[in-house]
């Protein structure tokens, strides 16, 4: 993530990456001599001496919340890799320390960013299914497929496992969709080839109005790539998402533009161009969007730190209430 | 260069517009055999180039190919790499560092050999040599005049400023495999005035062009003012806008683009390659392949 976000930052003309931190001394030399930025393995160095607007965090989980810390402290506008934390204390003390700061703190859930998405909230907030009786979000991808892993995805106390890689970014979508988690109904984490994390997560979260399912695994090889699906069913219709097709079928008359039955809309049409693409327009968009609001100062952007916390907080509670299943079992 | 080519997204499971068709796709191309059945349909329509992303099932398709010489004596290929998932699944399962002495030795070495190779991979264009030859493994011994290198490494490189291996991997191709050097991109108007300030001269370069602008960073205006500014030899892919404009529309408007050079595009029916090809004569005339 951290050379994606790198090369899409620097590819704007009024933005420059002038300074790296790693701790792979090769990353390092590599960059410095092919790129010209200034390197560090301090990020608290490379904080007070770099003269930094805004730095971005793409690092292990289990090091976002210092590495935030700090740059809040020294008034760095921050761009943090999901999920923010594993605590929610700790999310809750950024959050607080970057509203206090009037710092512009933005966490990279990219799903928020991609135009299906998008489409759908505004369809599902607006009404179009009428009242919501049925949700379920799902991601499946084929990231771990035999026991052995070496890098920190691979370890519980780094912040890897399907839960803060897979599930975090079905849970932060179903609150874009359908507004602030209530609680946590139940929660499952199982091991398929991991050893020391969870390859598989299956939720039950409460959002006041409706309830929705959690599916996710990132032990499966059907699939290509990651590929995320959420179904919201009403009252007056259903809709099924995903990052390319957008499909709505409404029971009882139309919603807007949207006629009465089956409609079907491509990310080819709803997703609005990007000045430079990399990896998918939602890369880029979040990236200049983060930019955008430093440019206007505004606190008032998607994917705040404050929303971030909803997101860490549900995570949490399927943790414990997996472990609660386990015990008692 | 040949004005039609023939892709390979349907193969793999790429589809822009719909999951649920890629992973159809992705079923229905499970085995290399169904994957020839329809590079045969294309061969037999007289669309001999086929671009094609160094995806692990290539190598069974190359021994086929190797194996009936024959019968394809004018298949060529235009290799497209690296296969980023491979790559993006393996760097985060076992990291950076490894993915790169897995994938430029092959994954079977020994310790000492590894160290020997982690000095190695110090040096940019040295490990860019050893990646290429491991994915050019496959090929040996078929024609592959023009090596691409995928989008995701055109524009990652493009994005980091890093842009000397651009020269330094065309000189590499054309010196150890006698091919010239391609670039795949998603934002070309970015791309051709990089590629000549890092000197490589009359770039192949292949790009989104399409009715609906999709995926054109700048814009179909900026696309326009590129191809004319820029001594290029362009390929046009997504020319369908991944199915979203008809057919006949999109062929018209891209075959009329001044600058565009050839036309990548993938079917998985007979049919589908047919139609797609006699809509291009209709505006290019009638497919007379001709090697570069």
């Known amino acids: 993530m951290g050379l994606s976000h790198f090369a899409i930052a620097n590819a704007l003309p009024d933005a420059a990456v002038v300074a790296i931190c790693d701790t792979s001394r090769y990353v390092l030399s590599m960059l410095r001599k092919h790129t010209g930025v200034q390197t560090y393995t301090d990020v608290g160095e490379m904080i007070r001496e770099a003269g930094l607007d805004c730095l971005f965090v793409a690092t292990p989980t289990s090091t976002h919340f210092e590495c935030a810390r700090t740059a809040l402290e020294h008034d760095l506008h921050l761009f943090v890799e999901k999920p923010l934390t594993l605590s929610p204390a700790q999310s809750e003390q950024l959050a607080s320390l970057a509203a206090q700061r009037k710092r512009i703190n933005m966490v990279g859930f990219h799903n928020r960013f991609i135009a299906t998405f998008r489409e759908a909230r505004r369809l599902v907030r607006g009404g179009a299914l009428g009242e919501i009786t049925a949700v379920n979000g799902s991601a499946f991808g084929p990231v771990v497929l035999k026991e052995r892993g070496s890098t920190w995805r691979s370890r519980k106390a780094e912040g890897g496992g399907c839960l803060h890689d897979y599930a975090c970014h079905v849970v932060d979508l179903l609150n874009f969709l359908l507004g602030k988690p209530q609680r946590v109904l139940s929660g499952q984490m199982r091991s398929i080839y991991s050893r020391d994390v969870e390859d598989a997560v299956s939720a039950v979260i409460d959002y006041g109005h409706a309830k929705a399912q959690v599916e996710t695994n990132w032990s499966d090889d059907t699939v290509r790539k990651m590929t995320t699906t959420v179904s919201v069913k009403g009252d007056r219709g259903e809709l099924l998402v995903d990052r390319q097709e957008l499909r709505i079928d409404l029971l009882s008359g139309p919603h807007g533009a949207y006629p009465p039955g089956r409609t079907t809309r491509h990310i080819t049409d709803l997703q609005e161009p990007v000045p430079f693409y990399l990896r998918g327009e939602e890369y880029s968009a979040q990236v200049y969007s983060f930019f955008d609001a430093i440019r206007s100062g505004t606190l008032e952007h998607e994917n705040s730190f404050a929303s971030a916390c909803d997101t860490d907080r549900v995570l949490d509670s399927i943790a414990r209430a997996s472990d609660a299943t386990r015990s008692a079992s | ?292």
């Open chain 2, 1 to 292: 260069m040949d004005r039609v080519l023939f892709g390979d997204n349907q193969f793999f499971g790429v589809n822009h517009m719909s999951e649920e068709k890629a992973r159809q796709q992705l079923l229905r191309f499970k085995d290399a055999a169904s994957i020839i059945e329809v590079l045969d349909q294309a061969y037999d329509l007289g669309i001999r180039t086929f671009m094609c992303t160094t995806h692990d099932r290539i190598g069974e398709i190359c021994d086929h190919m190797r194996a009936n010489r024959t019968r394809y004596r004018d298949f060529i290929y235009y290799p497209c790499m690296p296969y980023a998932h491979k790559y993006a699944n393996s760097v985060s399962q076992v990291g950076l560092f490894e993915t790169l002495q897995k994938y430029a030795t092959g994954g079977t070495v020994s310790t000492v050999v590894r160290g020997a190779i982690g000095a190695l991979t110090q040096d940019v264009v040295a490990l860019m040599k050893l990646l290429v030859d491991a994915e050019m493994k496959r090929f040996e011994g078929l024609a592959t005049p023009v090596i691409f290198v995928q989008n995701v490494v055109t524009d990652l490189l493009l994005g980091l400023k890093f842009t000397s291996v651009f020269a330094q991997f065309g000189r590499y191709v054309k010196e150890r495999y006698g091919a010239e050097p391609g670039f795949i991109t998603m934002n070309l108007p970015m791309l051709l005035p990089t590629l000549k300030a890092a000197e490589v001269e009359n770039p192949i370069v292949c790009a989104n062009i399409n009715k609906i602008g999709f995926r054109m960073c700048g814009g179909i205006e900026s696309y326009r003012e590129a191809l004319r500014t820029h001594r290029c030899r362009a390929i046009a892919m997504s020319v369908l806008g991944s199915g979203a404009i008809a057919p006949a529309e999109a062929i018209e408007w891209v075959c009329r683009f001044e600058g565009v050079q050839s036309i990548v595009f993938g079917a998985s029916s007979e049919k589908n390659i047919r139609n797609t090809r006699d809509l291009i004569a209709q505006h290019w005339g009638p497919l007379q392949q001709t090697a570069s």
